[in-house]
């Protein structure tokens, strides 16, 4: 079984300031990683992903998250906050069976202010 | 490559009525998930298919709920009689084949259903 957990259901920051949204997981096989961006009304944007090799990722918009199987922790960070990276994000978990079959955290609500 | 597309974006039905929501994947993807996203939640998995097969069903979706993808290319979701608990926002998915290093899941936009 798999599970997700995401410690904070919002977070704000300033503008500049690092951004920092945690996830926990838990997989009883090789979990792939995901972080996925949500604006208001939209679908979800993939920001970024980790399967194997490299555990640091980085993504798009300046994002960035580490794996760290010891720690089952797959934290996302940003190191200087933009305005326009106000939104929901997901942390999600799947295997390498069923990529797309994916079990979702409850989201962290990010706030960023001026 | 218009990405992943679902119709119609927004829909308002009475409860005990039926709705159908269509979503094309991107077209060279071969497995298609659909999920349901209630507020202020993280999506829940419902049902995938590879190709025209549905292969997995969750527990999430009950009698009423049915899935088709006849020709392994569009699908439908229709929920009979709507109930309001079904107010949620339902989300499409593809992948170009759903296993290994290279495949993630494209989402569409998705269709937020309220039920009154």
């Known amino acids: 079984a798999q599970s997700v957990t995401q410690l904070g259901s919002h977070v704000s920051v300033s503008e500049g300031a690092l951004v920092l949204l945690r996830c926990n997981y838990s997989?009883?096989?090789?979990?792939?990683l995901f972080w996925y961006v949500q604006y208001p009304n939209q679908g979800l944007q993939l920001l970024l992903k980790?399967?194997?090799?490299?555990?640091l990722v980085k993504g798009i918009n300046g994002f960035e998250a580490e794996f760290k199987k010891s720690e089952t922790s797959f934290h996302l960070t940003k190191p200087s906050a933009h305005m326009s990276d106000a939104a929901e994000y997901f942390c999600a978990v799947s295997h390498s069976s069923n990529t797309g079959k994916l079990i979702f955290g409850q989201g962290t609500t990010l706030q960023v202010k001026p | 490559d218009t990405g992943v597309s679902q119709d119609p974006r927004h829909k308002i039905t009475k409860r005990g009525q039926n709705v159908t929501f269509r979503c094309d994947p991107i077209?060279?993807?071969?497995?298609l998930y659909w999920y349901r996203q209630t507020l202020g939640q993280g999506p829940e998995f419902l049902t995938y298919?590879?190709?025209?097969?549905?292969?997995?069903k969750s527990r999430l979706l009950s009698d009423r709920f049915s899935a088709e993808r006849p020709k392994g290319s569009f699908s439908t979701l229709e929920i009979q009689r709507t109930e309001q608990g079904d107010s949620a926002m339902y989300l499409c998915?593809?992948?170009?084949?759903?296993?290994?290093?290279?495949?993630?899941?494209?989402f569409g936009q998705g269709t937020r259903l309220t039920v009154v």
């Open positions: 998915a593809s992948s170009l084949d759903g296993t290994g290093v290279n495949t993630e899941a494209f």
């Open positions: 077209s060279e993807h071969n497995r």
């Open positions: 980790y399967t194997t090799g490299a555990t």
């Open positions: 997989s009883s096989v090789p979990p792939y």
């Open positions: 298919f590879q190709n025209e097969a549905q292969l997995e």
